[in-house]
């Protein structure tokens, strides 16, 4: 077997492992975006002015709009609590010993990326299905058609946290980041309200939302679902990915990056 694809395949069941020892990782991804579905869905409906009273097809209606939100929200977190664990690895050491292995080190850093973004699909498939209990549903080819912008969304995503986790250097610190960079990508995004209602707001406000890549990876998840393309929404989030991702291997580049700083 190649010493590539056995690196894969380690880094990837290394991931699950650990995923599958943290329950409550698993739980708190679903009771996220589910208590944005049931709870907090009435007062975002009322912001944009939808009926809160029957006919129940409106109700539907913005329901459906804010599950792409909430998948791209799933993602978000997972991709952010994976790099933290990859924090807390490197300041154990067994990040350094992986990173010393004789295979390059973007494809770690890539294999790392992609159990991570395993997981994350996962867990938006498991959050779809309650969804479709609860009575959302898509047309039947959208659950197969949004893999592959879940995969390009958790790519995307993921390598966002691997970029940000190569220049914290202590764990509590890391902490405090993903909260600075969540918050800020979920609301300011397309993800609980179209932009043209944020136009409405400020277009300031509507400018940020539209360069936000958060923003193209929850409309790509949109239209997968409705079993659609979005050529821009693709573009804008296999190029964040790709800066992303060049910005990690940068960042634990040992010439350039972790291991400069450290020394």
């Not at 659950?143 to 970029?163: K, N, W």
């Not at 949109?222 to 991702?245: D, E, S, V």
Request: hydrophobic share 55%; charged share 10%; aromatic share 12%.
């Amino acid at each position: 077997m190649s010493p590539y694809l056995t690196a894969l395949i380690a880094i990837v069941e290394r991931e699950a492992l650990r995923f599958v020892q943290q329950r409550g990782r698993f739980i708190a991804a679903l009771v996220r975006p589910l208590v944005w579905l049931l709870v907090f869905a009435a007062g975002f409906r009322a912001a944009l002015g939808l009926s809160i009273t029957p006919p129940y097809q409106t109700y539907i209606q913005y329901e459906t709009y804010i599950v792409p939100g909430l998948c791209g929200m799933i993602m978000l977190f997972n991709g952010m609590q994976s790099s933290l664990g990859l924090v807390y690895d490197r300041e154990v050491g067994s990040m350094r010993l992986l990173l010393t292995s004789p295979l390059p080190r973007w494809w770690l850093l890539t294999c790392k990326l992609l159990g991570s973004t395993a997981i994350s699909i996962c867990q938006v498939y498991a959050f779809l299905i309650i969804a479709d209990l609860y009575g959302i549903r898509w047309p039947a080819p959208g659950y197969l058609t949004v893999l592959p912008a879940l995969i390009l969304t958790g790519l995307m995503l993921g390598a966002l946290g691997l970029a940000l986790s190569s220049f914290i250097k202590q764990l509590e610190n890391f902490a405090g980041v993903m909260n600075f960079v969540i918050f800020p990508m979920f609301f300011l995004s397309s993800a609980l309200y179209p932009l043209w209602k944020m136009a409405e707001s400020s277009e300031l406000l509507h400018d940020i939302c539209a360069a936000n890549p958060f923003t193209h990876a929850v409309e790509l998840i949109r239209f997968a679902l409705h079993a659609a393309p979005n050529p821009t929404a693709t573009a804008a989030t296999l190029l964040a990915a790709i800066l992303f991702l060049g910005l990690a291997i940068w960042g634990y580049d040992p010439a350039r990056g972790m291991v400069r700083r450290k020394g």
